[in-house]
């Protein structure tokens, strides 16, 4: 396919503040692209920002408030004059037995992962539809194979895949087209967090190659803007994921197999797996919901 300058387009990315959507909004920037930031975290927002080589600005928004999304949208618009892409990159991860899990931590892993990106999804797509854009939703090798002890973010991924998949449908004949984004384990602040916990890291190492390798972040990114550039329906980050699609409907079968030798094994051990969002966008996410709750109950509560 070819390529589009992305020279002049205006670019949303949600989940900029750090990791994949850090390096993508600067990457996008260094084409030519102007930037709208969208996050948690104003302040890394604005380091983000002042690194940018073209016309810029950020705004704190959480993507699961389809108010907030809807006012970042409107003020896209009006400080840009359009919008031409829209990556829904914003994500969160926790790990762990379900059964043991934080029903918290579980739960907001699916409203971010997967509703904020119906909700930025929501909130763009009538600028997309003026401008005739796209839209890329970034999923993972998640969204292909399911993992013991990853229940909420392998759901949440799988859903954004059949999420984007259906909307490419829909909105395709008003000349908005939309991809999805699959990675692999990627050098991130998410990945660095969950490997912090003992289990978690040595079940990842006995996945079979090249699953259990950790992936340098700026070429994945490169591959994610390159796909940006030609509009492309699916964007692999990493060469071996476009292998996976012939073979996914077996994994299921084999991971149930496989993974209940590999769970057994570390069944003594599983109790001590953190229960929380893991790595320091997590840490942000919860830090944002305590200091909302604690504003909620008042002063002195």
Known sequence: ?????????????????????????????????????????????????????????????????????????????ERFGKVDVVVANAGVAAGGPFLDSDPVSWRRVIEVNLIGSAVTGRAFLPVLVESRGYFLQIASLAAITPAPMMSAYCASKSGVEAFAHCLRAEVGHQGVQVGVGYLSWTDTDMVRG???????????????WPANRTYPLGPAVDRIVAGIERRSAHVYAQWWLRGMQPVRGYLPAVIGTVGRREV??????????????????????????????????????
């Open 1 to 77: 396919m070819s390529r589009k300058s992305l020279e002049g387009q205006v670019a949303v990315v949600t989940g900029a503040a750090r990791g994949v959507g850090e390096l993508l909004a600067r990457k996008l920037s260094a084409r030519g692209a102007k930037v709208a930031l969208v996050g948690l975290e104003p302040d890394e927002l604005k380091k983000v920002a002042a690194r940018l080589h073209t016309e810029c600005d950020h705004w704190y928004a959480d993507v699961t408030d389809h108010d907030a999304m809807a006012r970042v949208a409107e003020e896209v618009k």
């Open 194 to 208: 969950a490997d912090q916990d003992d289990v978690m890291r040595e079940l990842r190492a006995r996945l079979p």
């Open 264 to 301: 057994r094994r570390f069944a003594p051990r599983l109790a001590g797996v953190s229960k929380g969002l893991v790595g320091a966008g997590g840490a942000a996410d919860e830090s944002v919901r305590a200091a909302n709750a604690q504003a909620a109950r008042g002063p002195g509560r």
